[in-house]
């Protein structure tokens, strides 16, 4: 009897709780990856779980039916970390599956090219390649080594893909610094960012790159002259070469100017430079500072850069209509380059600034003359979106600017509608079978295009139904495309997307419209 009531007593704290399991799988081989460690925590109620996985590769606990967990970190020797993931338990039983990539090496050794000695003291830095927006990117992986005595370098617990290599630069934690007389080189290739020829890491392999020489050469001497800023005895600017892959920014050289003086960086790589100047004594959101493309090819250089205080936006978010003003609004201005040239800003963003209870709000920073500004409203309301601009007393439709620099003070009006159109449908094979794991792609039509890559493109994932949804849309002519999730990184490749879109058809959203396209995948 007593153990009946027991029994009893423990059963409604078992039926509090549920399983989740963790499946932990070689993303090539889909096997279990045996040993591997997994780390949860819980947001409510608080507390954390980890263990080590078995050799069928999963791990199982129990947490409360309605718990918030996250997946912060699962781990094994020989594979790239994942995480975090965040899961929102249903009552029920869960079944999660992580699936890791198994790390592979890159090694090499650094000579000189004339006597085909060993070179100490040089920085290698692996580059990781990738198609972005239509264009090649390096991606800093930030690991660098300093080979030693014997030249070598070894870069252990790579993800498979592309790589070149970063030679004879800062290193990614700016410890070290490049070796005097040798360039910096990017390798292979024609040495250069944009021209580099990156090499395959196969999958959980060793890729031994062998000898790489490095000649002593002439190179050349930049002098900055500093002009323009508030500034007094005492006080210098930071000048700083810097190269842009993108996303991906490197400091090629860098050095300090007094108060209405000059700077000289030396032992510069010739290539396509920015210099940038900034004071930073001065408080970030005043602080003054210039930015200056240059393209070095002679061995001595000279560069006027004139230093100005960041731009002030003084804004308004109005509706049209009788709408009402949704509160809480935060106004992001992105700097996104020039069409002109297809070049897209890597710094200088307004940032974030949240409105106040009547619309308004300010915003600075530095920006150079030429290049575009897209204004992002959230959290918006499904049936709101940005109708049009009215800066510089001028009214541009839809979201996006041409930046002036003539004034330190600039206003910006950002008129919302509460008339979005809603596009809603479901992504299905050719037999009729809904897909749960495509991207679906939508953009304006014809397309805002920079570098041949739709620039204001939108995308959605679908549900475990298959289904997808867009909201906020402008009214206006759009195409639609649904690829595979796998076949998405394939988009970025220079006109993939592009043509993609050009052999689908236009329609047509109109004001408060709510669409339904039914669409099958494009890419099998």
């Not at 338990?89 to 090496?105: F, H, K, N, Q, S």
């Not at 290193?171 to 990156?198: C, E, F, I, M």
């Not at 210039?290 to 393209?295: G, H, L, S």
């Not at 076949?487 to 408060?512: D, H, I, K, T, W």
Request: some cysteine.
């Amino acid at each position: 009897m007593r153990l009946l009531a027991l029994l009893l007593a423990l059963a409604p704290l078992h039926a509090q709780t549920v399983d989740l399991t963790v499946k932990v799988i070689d993303a090539v081989t889909l096997a279990g990856v045996p040993g591997a460690k997994v780390r949860l925590t819980q947001s409510a109620p608080s507390g954390g779980y980890q263990n080590t996985i078995g050799n069928d590769g999963t791990f199982t606990v129990r947490v409360p039916p309605n718990a918030r967990i996250e997946i912060a970190d699962v781990g094994a020797e020989g594979y790239a970390t994942a995480g975090p993931e965040r899961i929102e338990m249903r009552g029920a039983p869960a079944t999660v599956t992580v699936r890791l990539m198994r790390t592979g090496t890159l090694a090499g050794r650094i000579l000189d090219a004339d006597s085909g000695e060993p070179l100490a003291r040089v920085t290698v830095e692996p580059l990781h390649f990738a198609w972005v927006r239509g264009r090649p990117e390096l991606r800093r992986v930030l690991k660098s080594v300093v080979t030693g005595k014997d030249g070598a370098f070894t870069f252990p617990s790579l993800i498979p893909g592309a790589f070149a290599l970063d030679i004879n630069s800062y290193s990614a934690n700016a410890k070290s610094v490049p070796v005097p007389g040798y360039p910096n080189l990017v390798w292979p290739g024609a040495g250069d960012l944009t021209g580099a020829s990156p090499v395959d890491l196969p999958y959980g392999g060793t890729l031994n790159l062998g000898d790489i020489k490095l000649r002593k050469r002439e190179l050349s001497k930049v002098t900055v002259a500093i002009e323009g800023g508030q500034c007094s005895a005492g006080q210098a600017y930071t000048v700083t070469l810097e190269q842009y892959s993108f996303s991906s920014g490197f400091t090629r050289a860098f050095s300090t100017a007094p108060c209405g003086g000059t700077a000289t960086l030396s032992n510069v790589t010739p290539g396509d430079f920015e210099i940038s100047v900034q004071a930073d004594w001065q408080p970030d959101q005043q602080r003054e500072r210039a930015a200056v493309p240059i393209q070095i090819a002679k061995a001595e250089e000279e560069v006027t850069a004139t230093v100005t205080p960041p731009i002030a936006i003084r804004g308004t978010v109005t509706v049209d209509r009788d709408a009402a003003l949704p509160s809480g609004i935060e106004i992001s201005l992105w700097a996104r380059g020039s069409k002109q040239n297809g070049s897209l800003s890597h710094t200088r963003n307004f940032g974030g600034v949240r409105t106040s209870a009547g619309g308004t709000f300010e915003a600075r920073s530095y920006v150079p003359a030429g290049g575009e500004i897209e204004v992002t409203a959230t959290p918006l309301p499904p049936t709101y979106y940005i109708r049009e601009l009215r800066y510089a007393g001028n009214t541009v439709p839809g979201n996006t600017f041409l930046i002036h620099t003539g004034a330190t003070v600039q206003d910006l009006t950002i008129v919302l509608s509460n008339r979005a159109a809603t596009l809603t449908g479901a992504v299905r094979t050719s037999g009729g079978a809904t897909v749960s794991d495509a991207k679906v792609l939508l953009t304006s039509w014809p397309a805002d295009v920079v570098s041949d890559y739709p620039f204001g493109v939108e995308e959605a994932a679908t549900s475990a139904s298959g289904g997808y949804s867009f909201t906020h849309l402008r009214p206006g002519t759009y195409r639609v495309i649904a690829v595979p999730a796998a076949a998405r990184p394939r988009l970025e490749e220079p006109g993939a997307m592009l043509a993609l879109f050009q052999s689908s058809e236009s329609f047509e959203l109109g004001e408060a419209a709510s669409s339904v396209r039914q669409l099958e995948l494009v890419v099998r």
